[in-house]
């Protein structure tokens, strides 16, 4: 019987995905950024500072600012030729081009159908995900025809952080972590476990808790805690399997040692 309960205990560890992710350290860099945004598969980086949003190729800056809508509240820079800036004190959306040129501009506010939005993030071609506050509920909404494409079911949490690419959309609420399809079926819900933030990368989920980050793949029972040291976690991000963490004042880059 201790045999049987011991085998059973090992096959419990292996489906919960409990290994360590190991990681090596590639380097360190001083960072002057208020809010770190991410880095593109160019290697350029993005970054707030004084409420400017900078592209930083290593060759040159190139910024873009809008004063006459307050503060930037978040920018998605999942795919670099159409970037979002959202700024929700004026319910406003701004689509950038490669070279910060504004090219698009949505003001939920002066929409035949208002939508009082406190989320944003990237969808495919002309569309962008959105948490419509009102109704407690995600849309995936097409700038260009100024229709909703899909929407899901209302959520009973307040939301904490919600990242997404073309195919889907991770929402992170107080009580769980969702994520939907791009047609707005949820494809799975998990209990939030301290969960605070998330960030994806290649349909896979880190998620940070206090002082640690857990790697999620796209089957959500394989959750494995990411060997880091013991860092200020202000930002983090995973592109090209380099794992970057911002902790305000210094970039940290290591290699992810997936299996």
Not at 17 to 36: E, M, P, R
Not at 138 to 150: F, G, I, M, Q, S
Not at 184 to 191: A, E, R, T, W
Request: charged share 20%.
């Amino acid at each position: 019987m201790k045999h049987a309960v011991y085998i059973l205990f090992l096959l419990s560890a292996t489906c919960f995905g409990q290994v360590t992710l190991s990681t090596s350290f590639v380097k360190k860099s001083k960072i002057n950024a208020d809010y770190l945004i991410g880095i593109d598969a160019f290697n350029a980086l993005y970054y707030t500072k004084n409420n400017v949003f900078i592209k930083n190729d290593g060759d040159k800056e190139t910024t873009y600012s809008n004063i006459q809508l307050g503060n930037i509240t978040s920018a998605n820079t999942f795919n670099p030729l159409k970037i979002n800036l959202f700024y929700q004190a004026f319910n406003t959306v701004i689509i950038l081009d490669n070279r910060l040129a504004e090219v698009y501009k949505i003001d939920f506010n002066s929409n035949k159908n208002y939508k009082n939005v406190t989320h944003i993030s990237t969808g495919s071609d002309t569309t962008i995900w959105i948490f419509n506050q009102d109704l407690q509920q995600l849309e995936v909404y097409d700038y260009k025809t100024n229709n909703t494409r899909a929407t899901t079911q209302p959520v009973q949490s307040a939301v904490l952080d919600f990242t997404s690419n073309y195919n889907a959309c991770w929402l992170l609420t107080e009580n769980f972590l969702y994520k939907y399809s791009y047609f707005g079926s949820l494809i799975y819900k998990i209990k939030n476990e301290g969960f605070l933030s998330i960030s994806e990368s290649d349909e896979n989920i880190i998620i940070e808790k206090v002082d640690k980050l857990l790697y999620l793949t796209q089957k959500p029972e394989n959750r494995e805690e990411i060997q880091i040291p013991n860092l200020l976690i202000k930002q983090f991000f995973l592109t090209n399997g380099i794992l970057y963490i911002y902790d305000g004042k210094f970039l940290y880059q290591y290699q992810l040692k997936i299996k």
